[in-house]
Antibody, heavy 115, light 108 residues
Framework: QVQLQQWGAGLLKPSETLSLSCAVY????????WSWIRQPPGKGLEWIGE???????NYNPSLKSRVTISVATSKNQLSLKLNSVTAADTAVYFC?????????WGQGTTVTVSS | DIQLTQSPSFLSASVGDRVTITCRAS??????LAWYQQKPGKAPNLLIY???TLQSGVPSRFSGSGSGTEFTLTISSLQPEDFATYYC??????????FGQGTKVDIK
């Protein structure tokens, strides 16, 4: 059974770079897109972007200028970097497998941006 | 890019009720419309994909329908564990993905 395990820094100051990673266990890494989604406190889901095993990416246009998603295929891992964070980037961040819909999700990582 | 609008945003219902949530797209989309259930503090859980295909392990009281710009999620008989927030989600061929704003189903 495929499982996604996330980790990364949970507290950032404004202007710093958010950096999260997500490891895929128990299943194939190739053949799927792997997505990042976030959810601000008390709000809905926002798609950030995605990557496949060969490094092809799609990004949300509203975040594209600040986001980099990368992949380490040998480790079955993907990473998210979001630079120049502000309080508006405070959210729970999820990674998920996209098979046409997002059928497997990580546990979520809470990221707080505060001075 | 496509915008998804769910209605209602909040719904109060009783156990045993039939519940319908609508997701309207700002332009026509393919059948790649999915529905998720999310409970507080948890990751979303995929219920329906390709508009009407039930994800493995999801109870049959959940069903999806629709095409073009209007899609619905129906819960035929609401159970206590179904009180949650529901999101629709679409995927465009150009690689853009979008979520609806969510529908919270609460106990009447």
């Amino acid at each position: 059974q495929v499982q996604l395990q996330q980790w990364g820094a949970g507290l950032l100051k404004p202007s710093e770079t958010l950096s999260l990673s997500c490891a895929v266990y128990g299943g194939s890494f190739s053949g799927y897109y792997w997505s990042w989604i976030r959810q601000p406190p008390g709000k809905g889901l926002e798609w950030i972007g995605e990557i496949n095993h060969s490094g092809s990416t799609n990004y949300n246009p509203s975040l594209k200028s600040r986001v980099t998603i990368s992949v380490a295929t040998s480790k079955n891992q993907l990473s998210l970097k979001l630079n120049s964070v502000t309080a508006a980037d405070t959210a729970v961040y999820f990674c998920a497998r996209n098979m046409g819909a997002m059928d497997v999700w990580g546990q979520g990582t809470t990221v707080t941006v505060s001075s | 890019d496509i915008q998804l609008t769910q209605s209602p945003s909040f719904l109060s219902a009783s156990v045993g009720d039939r519940v319908t949530i609508t997701c309207r797209a700002s332009q026509g989309i393919s059948s790649s419309l999915a529905w998720y259930q999310q409970k507080p503090g948890k990751a979303p859980n995929l219920l329906i994909y390709d508009a009407s295909t039930l994800q493995s392990g999801v109870p049959s009281r959940f069903s999806g329908s629709g095409s073009g710009t209007e899609f619905t999620l129906t819960i035929s008989s609401l159970q206590p564990e179904d009180f949650a927030t529901y999101y629709c989600h679409c995927q465009e061929l150009n690689g853009y993905r979008a979520f609806g704003q969510g529908t919270k189903v609460d106990i009447k």
